[in-house]
């Protein structure tokens, strides 16, 4: 038998004993070590999205140790550290064919319309799980599928060196947005929050500039750009009005890349002709997939973002409802993570 986290209703966890899964033909049996608690996983604890699938086990941000394989699983070794793709796609159809796995007839997520990793164990596809190096850390191993969806969103918007950027929003995936940026050599890299703790944070991460006043974002963003406005601008927090914020930032052709998922009703209303006679362009992306979720780790192992801010706070799964409960009294722990039973 197994322990698992099952959200019952919004805002309620209980912790049930259910018989540990067995792998069938093409599947994995992982044991869970490390789940990192999303903004997507406070959405569907508080009842805002998903939440025909209740009761359901949440957590898609996860690592752990292939535990048993299915019968015709090759390549894979039971015992080792994996990460592995949440994203299951047909792997038939146009868009799986392009890595558009989001846009599947057939799409299903980990802990969003089925079962996910606020477990002990988990049955997975084989072909999802990715090794990983035993000499990194668990903590920093359930990093990889938010670092992949950063990765991916800077695929879509083709950033270069040099390139001037604002990102909207300091929390754990803004402060990401910045950490890649730096890496890819973009610059200057401006970063904006009403939160001046997280401002500041990101700021020791690798952001140039930290507005905490909306009143001086506008100013500072032009005099940082010799009045053009920033090339690229990425929306993290997932607010209308700060879409718009965005738009009116970016300078001539630029990019606004958005990531910040709003309410299904949320509109953004496009000035078409200064679209078309600026070049603008606006490209949305948020789950990263495929060869983002290689890369993703690869970032990690080689020590190129810093995790400390996201790995220092820890609830076993027995107190998973009191970490939801407490994330937003601790505003300066970017990620909390829980830890499975050992």
């Given at each position: 038998m197994m322990q698992a986290a099952v959200l019952v209703e919004p805002?309620?966890?209980?912790?049930?004993?259910?018989?540990?899964?067995?792998?069938?033909?093409?599947?994995?049996?992982?044991r869970i070590s490390r789940v990192g608690i999303c903004g997507t996983d406070l959405h569907i604890f508080h009842g805002h999205y998903a939440a025909e699938q209740l009761p359901m086990v949440p957590g898609h941000e996860f690592t752990?140790?292939?535990a048993a394989l299915g019968p015709d699983v090759t390549g894979l070794t039971p015992g080792g550290k994996v990460v592995v793709d949440m994203n299951i796609g047909c792997t038939r159809c146009f868009w799986c064919r392009r890595n558009e796995i989001l846009n599947c007839p057939e799409m299903r997520q980990m802990g969003i319309t089925m079962d996910g990793a606020f477990a002990e164990h988990m049955v997975v596809p084989a072909r999802?799980?990715?090794?990983?190096?035993?000499?990194?850390?668990?903590a920093v191993l359930a990093l990889t599928e938010p670092l992949a969806c950063v990765v991916r969103a800077a695929r879509k918007a083709r950033v270069s060196f040099g390139q001037s950027a604002l990102v909207i929003g300091a929390g754990p995936i803004g402060n990401l947005h910045v950490q890649l940026l730096r890496t890819i050599g973009a610059a200057p890299i401006i970063v904006t929050d009403i939160a001046a703790d997280r401002v500041a944070l990101a700021l020791d991460c690798g952001a140039d500039i930290g507005v905490s006043d909306?009143?001086?974002l506008r100013q500072t963003v032009?005099?940082?750009t010799q009045g053009r406005g920033a090339d690229l601008v990425i929306e993290s927090v997932g607010q209308a009005?700060?879409?718009?914020?965005?738009?009116?930032?970016?300078?001539k052709g630029g990019h606004l890349a958005a990531f910040g998922l709003t309410g299904p009703?949320?509109?953004l209303a496009l000035p078409i002709l200064d679209t078309i006679l600026q070049e603008n362009s606006v490209k949305g992306s948020v789950a990263g997939m495929g060869q983002d979720m290689h890369d993703a780790l690869t970032l990690l192992v080689y020590g190129r973002i810093a995790t400390d801010a996201f790995t220092r706070a820890a609830y076993p799964l027995a107190e998973i409802q009191a970490a939801f409960d407490s994330i937003?009294?601790?505003p300066g722990d970017l990620k909390t993570q829980i830890v499975m039973p050992s």
């Open positions: 805002g309620r966890f209980e912790i049930e004993e259910r018989p540990i899964p067995k792998p069938g033909p093409g599947e994995a049996l992982i752990g140790t292939i999802l799980v990715i090794p990983a190096p035993d000499r990194v850390s668990d909306p009143a001086t032009l005099e940082a009005d700060l879409y718009r914020t965005g738009l009116r930032l970016m300078r009703d949320a509109e937003a009294d601790r």
